[in-house]
């Protein structure tokens, strides 16, 4: 996709299976070509909280668990640029003992019965959507998430998500704690009275948007160590914007590749 031109247009949305931190090229196309990315088969919680409870005390810790699965949608924001996160499965109908379960948000394992149980991943999803709406934007700068993945997040410290509304009238942030350390946090909350609202993404025309994602494209490039397109990507922006003179100091440094 990154190569053809005519696919790239064609497709609006790019989904990811079971990675969290997303890739070089994935990342390329979202930061160069503006392409939204989804979680698009994410893992729900794989426990069953009355029982986990009584190993742990909590329920909550634990690979594939809730925090686990909530370190999982704070990271790929963070370390992917995916903005939706769709569980695999929401409901389940399992048979009790098959393959994969427990895993689900609710729980429906004697459909003929009519009986559900909310579970703790309904729990969880209700953490992120009841105190953060269709539409809100993510605060780059209050956004964080480290460890290693490996069909779950290992080793990890810090964890948390801020997402605001585009009047900037309300912030929610979204904080993880998997280990048995007290974390306490200071926020200082600044610039949310919109009156640098022309400055941000909502504010630049049309015009603005496709110079910044033309010259991120060079920078991408950069990064993939691919120097023959940046160079190339390089020469065509600086035709179309010659009076760029960052770019005219990447350009002399391109030479040297």
């Known amino acids: 996709m990154v190569d053809n031109s005519v696919l790239r247009n064609a497709v609006d949305v790019i989904g990811l299976h079971y990675t969290t931190f997303g890739d070089s090229y994935t990342n390329l196309l979202n930061e160069a070509y503006g392409k939204e990315i989804w979680y698009s088969e994410g893992i729900a919680p794989c426990n069953v909280p009355e029982l986990t409870v009584q190993a742990d005390e909590s329920g909550l810790v634990g690979k594939n668990g809730p925090i686990d699965v909530a370190n999982r949608i704070i990271n790929s924001y963070y370390n992917g640029k995916m903005v939706m996160y769709e569980f695999q499965p929401a409901v389940a109908a399992y048979y009790d003992g098959a393959c994969y379960a427990p895993k689900q948000l609710i729980r429906a394992w004697e459909p003929w019965s009519g009986h559900f149980v909310l579970d703790i991943g309904f729990w969880l999803a209700m953490h992120f959507s009841r105190f953060a709406r269709k539409g809100w934007m993510y605060v780059n700068g209050a956004c964080y998430g480290d460890g290693e993945e490996n069909h779950a997040i290992a080793n990890t410290t810090h964890n948390f998500m801020t997402l605001t509304a585009p009047d900037r ?6 904080f993880t704690n998997e280990s048995e350390d007290v974390r306490i946090y200071t926020v200082q909350v600044k610039d949310m009275s919109g009156e640098e609202e022309k400055n941000s ?12 994602m033309r010259y991120n494209e060079v920078v991408c490039y950069e990064k993939l160590a691919d120097w023959e397109n940046a160079k190339q990507k390089a020469s065509e922006y600086l035709i179309e914007y010659p009076e760029d003179t960052a770019m ?6 391109l030479e040297t590749r």
Do not use: L, P, V
């Open 201 to 212: 993404e909502n504010g630049k025309d049309s015009a603005e948007m496709i110079q910044e």
């Open 248 to 253: 005219e100091r990447e350009a002399e440094f």
């Open 169 to 174: 009238s309300e912030m929610s942030m979204f």
